[in-house]
């Protein structure tokens, strides 16, 4: 039963989400430091509110608000009406406080409001635009929340929802795995341990033969004392346990914890992957995924292919470095767009790309290929000034049983790129007959 936003599909286009950042705060000083850490650092527009009533007419003047910030002093409103204010608005809002007030900081937290922080403290505002990022991912992140409870399931769905994480909620394991198989965008399950016909700790054991740990975080949850608990979920694949009852600010932090290391794993898995100027898969990632289809491909066509953009060092020359990666990034771009869904394209190093396709007889990738070197030869590359136009000179080889290997196909295809270039460059060499 999904809360708030729509359970996330992936390769779903994303709608556009609200960017709006409100800051309501009566200290200029204030404001600009956190306006400009914001801006820089997330790149979200920030408007700012010196009183309720400024707040007021910028809010009702647009409607794409995701957050809001706020002082508690302010010229119009005292705290209670400031809090009052935005939980009306149900605009998800943060309070920045001058001064701790341990009564204030536990009414506006079982008030909706997503966290009290203490603007004295020397990291105030590393800790925000930590949190506004945090909050602004989540938007894009499912979770699923297992429990036979209702009223348990509900309120652990609102606190995500509150972080604005895209939530479900189902009562029983198998509805649990078969969610978790059929959106993968579910990276978040928080599963409690009582439940009846399959308990927590074997459903977290059956969630991980679907998926890994460092692909979706499992979260254990029970209120028994148990000590032999934590370890049996940990062993069973959970990332962490959290004991009932449990505070909104200790599951926040829990679950923060849990999605900023998938992230950062998932960040280190690119930086080792991807090639940095293009995003594209690096030479070692694409050699190693061009291995993995061509055992998988069995008798169907292979085709392996090199690309190597025309005199190139000549656009570095006359029109600038970065205008020659401008011309990188397009050309991936484009080499990307015709790469199909089982097929798989990198970087091989300098202006050299390359290319595995799968399941086209010899015409059909020699059409295939026509049509990626005209569509290259067709783009117009935005550059400083102007714009700038390249071509790109392609070798290929189909997989026989002269060239059964990858390293074969690949040296092969890298020899007719040469005949490509010694032929006069912009042209495709390798599946015709006469190649
Ligand atoms: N801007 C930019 N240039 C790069 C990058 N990597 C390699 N190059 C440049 O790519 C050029 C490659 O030139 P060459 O190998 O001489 O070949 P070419 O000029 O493309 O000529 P042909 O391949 O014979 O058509 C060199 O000038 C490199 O400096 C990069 O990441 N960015």
Not at 156 to 163: F, M
Not at 170 to 193: K, N
Not at 417 to 430: D, H, I, P, T, V
Request: hydrophobic content about 40%; aromatic content about 6%; glycine content about 6%.
């Amino acid at each position: 039963m999904p809360i708030g936003a729509h359970p996330s599909t992936a390769g779903a286009p994303h709608a556009p989400l609200p960017q709006r950042v409100l800051l309501v705060e009566n200290s200029r000083a204030y404001t600009s430091m956190l306006r400009e850490a914001i801006e820089d650092a997330l790149e979200l527009p920030v408007e700012v509110a010196a009183t309720l009533a400024d707040a007021a007419r910028l809010l009702d003047a647009q409607d794409d608000w995701f957050l809001a910030l706020t002082g508690m002093v302010l010229a119009d409103g005292d705290r209670d009406r400031i809090l009052e204010f935005f939980t009306a608005r149900r605009l998800p809002t943060i309070v920045v406080s001058g001064v701790y007030d341990e009564e204030l900081r536990k009414r506006a937290l079982e008030q909706q409001i997503i966290d009290y922080v203490l603007k004295s403290t020397p990291d105030s505002v590393d800790y925000l635009v930590w949190l506004i990022r945090r909050l602004e991912r989540n938007r894009r992140i499912g979770a699923l929340v297992v429990d036979d409870s209702l009223s348990s399931r509900s309120f652990i769905a609102s606190l995500l929802a509150a972080q604005g994480y895209q939530v479900s909620h189902v009562a029983d394991g198998s509805s649990a795995l078969r969610a978790v198989e059929s959106d993968p965008g579910i990276r978040l399950c928080i599963v409690d341990q009582e439940m009846p016909m399959m308990d927590g700790i074997e459903l977290t054991r059956r969630l991980r033969q679907l998926r890994a740990r460092d692909r979706m975080a499992v979260i254990g949850v029970s209120g028994s004392s148990d000590p032999n608990l934590i370890p049996r979920f940990l062993k069973s694949g959970a990332n962490d346990f959290l004991r009932k009852p449990f505070s909104r600010e200790e599951f926040f932090c829990r679950v923060s914890q849990n999605i900023d290391q998938l992230e950062l794993i998932g960040t280190l898995q690119d930086l080792a992957t991807r090639d940095f100027l293009t995003g594209l898969p690096n030479r070692r990632n694409f050699l190693e995924e061009s291995e993995r289809l061509l055992a998988k491909a069995g008798q169907e066509p292979v085709t392996v292919v090199m690309l190597d953009i025309d005199h190139f060092k000549r656009v570095n020359d006359t029109y600038g470095h970065e205008a020659g990666d401008q011309a990188l990034r397009a050309m991936a771009q484009t080499l990307h767009r015709h790469t199909r869904r089982d097929d798989v394209c990198g970087r091989f190093g300098g202006e050299e790309f390359c290319m595995l396709i799968r399941g086209l007889d010899r015409q059909a990738a020699i059409d295939h290929l026509e049509q990626l070197r005209r569509d290259v030869e067709a783009m117009d590359i935005p550059i400083d000034g102007g714009t700038l136009r390249i071509t790109v000179s392609i070798g290929a080889c189909q997989r026989s049983p002269q060239f059964p290997t990858l390293h074969a196909l690949l040296t092969e295809a890298d020899r007719h790129l040469y005949l490509a270039k010694a032929g006069g460059r912009n042209q495709l060499r390798g599946l015709t007959d006469g190649d």
